[in-house]
């Protein structure tokens, strides 16, 4: 997870998805040109907040992850307040807590889109992703590394490989406001949108196997966590990402 390709920057207009404001973020990747715009229809939304539809989902709670995550999963750490979910990573060295949002069932190919505002703290990890690890590891992930909220992360895993990541400038900071991230993951191909643009294209190695919808906030440790998402900031603690909906298309 450590490797990474910086997007090249000039201007493309967007609308986030929780205001009408139009930010400008970097240049997409050549792999999406020729690529249609794609916005989240209100019938796809599977959860939202707003309208306490959350059939499905459920807050894990009281365990750990192991290996590089230095937090156990608490469902205090998942609040929906005003139409929102907010999860947090809270606590002190040694006893960290945070939280992750997970679907029951397993879904597959089609268009996955959240509307969220990300965590800004160093060392700690803000995400929507798609994850089994039945009848092998696979995963296709976006990830804010909470040192520089700026930049959105996207990477995949095919039978427990990755190594697949890219980052992409975004000309506005990811933790201040609400907006659309998605993707479309085909047979052949993943492509990442950003307030429906299409951002970036992964056409080798591609997940097969059906996943859970996941969301989760986490605090790292050791050196190769450290290099990768900066080390922690007990300042920044508690660190918050806030979700409105999370949405599926299935293919037709």
Known sequence: MIAALAAALTGLMLIGCGNNAQPVFGTPHSSVEGIEDRYTNESDKVVDFSKNKTSDFWAAHGYRNGGMFDCTWSRDNAVVQDGIMNMSVTGSAGNYYGAEYRSSKDYSYGY???????????????????????????????????????????????????????VHSLEFDASQDFHEYGFDWQKDSITWYVDGKAIYKAQTDIPSSPAKIMANVWNGKGDVFNRWCGKLDQGGIPATASYQWIAYCADK
Request: net charge negative; glycine share 10%.
């Open 112 to 166: 996955y889109s959240v509307c969220m505002k990300a965590a800004a703290c160093s060392g700690v990890i803000s995400s929507f992703f798609t994850y089994t690890n039945r009848p092998q590891w696979d995963e296709i992930d976006i990830e804010f590394l909470g040192k520089d909220t700026t930049k959105v992360q996207f990477n995949y895993f095919t039978g427990g490989v990755g190594g697949h990541e890219y």
